[in-house]
């Protein structure tokens, strides 16, 4: 693969498709961070990562002012090398979301530029170990929706075959957060995996009291219950509980990862491929949970994840959340309840180009 000769950076911002609320923020928009690659043979490579409202300029800004004039002459194909050297040339703002978003830009667009260059599917570039992914449903369990809106979502889910559901918690009340967790179960059965999501939102001993208040409707597991840097807390919890402890989307560096696992403080590893720095990091965090046996079920951007998923043995679930769909001309595609890995090389996403520049932050 010949040498990078162009590396561009910009911001596009999405509008959300649904209000989508938490035990402790609101998702107001997606501010999209792309990167463009282009090589001397013609090569082309294209790369993204997020943020849910804020910080989107602060990357753009790291990426021009600091990372992408370190491409221009690389050897495209060293994808290792380059991730490794700009993580080196960003050492004083690393580890940090900002740092990590803009890695995974220029990240993913190498990777795209490779597995374009390779005639071959991201998935199978990455490993290839299955062609689908069970997917679970995320948007019809806000924590603003009343408990017959969760219930009634969660029905619907049910009956289009999604495989599991999740809803968030965090409500004042303990009681009421089991009293609709209770009410979905009921409603469900027991064949749909019920997963909650705290959002970081409890100390560990209010972690461990709504677990055992939620342990009887048998959880497919408890999603970041404490703050990310709490491995002290969540280690207490996962002894504390049956429910398997789910830990990831907040957290920036492949060490970070390797900690919970020593201390056996997750059950579920949610690696988020933006914000541990792009697929390179992303993999090495999969392996590392395959080695101990645990399985991987990523937070959101379900559009790449689907790849990165079927890349490896040991993940287990998709999140369903839709949100490219204003700058995409296709969507992932789904089959009783499986989100299938795309054929096409590369990553696999039809970026509507049109919408794209429409949406550009002057």
Same mark, same amino acid.
């Given at each position: ?15 959300? #498709? ?25 090569? /082309?490579?294209? @790369? ?21 004039? /370190? ?15 700009? /993580? ?37 570039? *990455?490993? @290839? ?24 979502? *969660? ?8 495989? @599991?559901?999740?809803?968030?918690? &965090?409500?004042?009340?303990?009681? #009421? ?11 469900? &059965? ?67 990862? *390797? ?6 403080? *997750? ?9 541990? @720095? ?20 990523? /937070? ?56 794209? #520049? ?5």
């Amino acid at each position: 693969m010949s040498s990078i000769t162009t590396a561009e950076a910009y911001l596009v911002d999405i509008p959300v #498709e649904t209000v989508r609320t938490d035990a402790v923020q609101a998702f107001l928009k997606q501010e999209t961070i792309f990167v463009e690659v282009r090589t001397a043979d013609d090569g /082309h490579g294209t @790369g993204y990562a997020y943020t849910i409202g804020t910080g989107g300029t602060a990357v753009l800004a790291l990426l021009r002012d600091y990372l992408l004039p /370190h491409l221009v002459g690389r050897d495209a194909a060293r994808v290792e090398a380059i991730w490794r050297d700009l /993580h080196a040339a960003t050492r004083a703002t690393a580890v940090g979301a900002i740092t990590s978003l803009a890695l995974a830009a220029i990240d993913t667009a190498l990777w795209d530029l490779r597995a374009r260059a390779a005639g071959l599917p991201l998935w199978v570039l *990455a490993g @290839g170990a299955k062609d689908r992914v069970p997917l679970y449903d995320t948007e019809g369990g806000w924590l603003h929706l009343t408990e017959d809106e969760l219930v009634a979502g *969660a029905k619907a889910s049910q009956a289009a075959g999604w495989p @599991g559901v999740k809803l968030k918690v &965090g409500k004042p009340n303990p009681a #009421e957060d089991a009293a609709r967790i209770g009410a979905v179960r009921a409603a469900l &059965g027991d064949h749909v995996d019920v997963m909650v999501d705290a959002n970081q939102s409890l100390t560990a001993a209010e972690a461990i009291r709504r677990a055992r208040l939620l342990e009887p409707h048998q959880l497919a597991w408890f999603e970041e219950p404490l703050p990310a840097d709490d491995i002290a807390g969540h280690e207490l919890l996962a002894r504390a509980t049956s429910i398997p402890v789910a830990v990831g989307e907040s957290m920036y560096s492949i060490g970070q990862f *390797a900690e919970y696992l020593r201390r056996q403080a *997750a059950g579920v590893v949610q690696v988020d491929v933006a914000r541990i @720095g792009g697929i390179t990091p992303w993999l090495k965090v999969a392996h590392l949970a395959e080695a101990c046996n645990v399985v991987v079920c990523p /937070h959101f951007l379900m559009e790449l994840h689907v790849s990165l998923c079927a890349a490896v043995p040991n993940s287990r679930y998709v999140e369903h959340i839709p949100q490219l769909r204003a700058i995409t001309r296709t969507e992932i595609a789904i089959v009783d309840g499986h989100a299938l890995a795309p054929d096409e090389p590369g990553l696999g996403i039809d970026w509507d180009r049109d919408a794209i #520049e429409d949406r550009r932050v002057a």
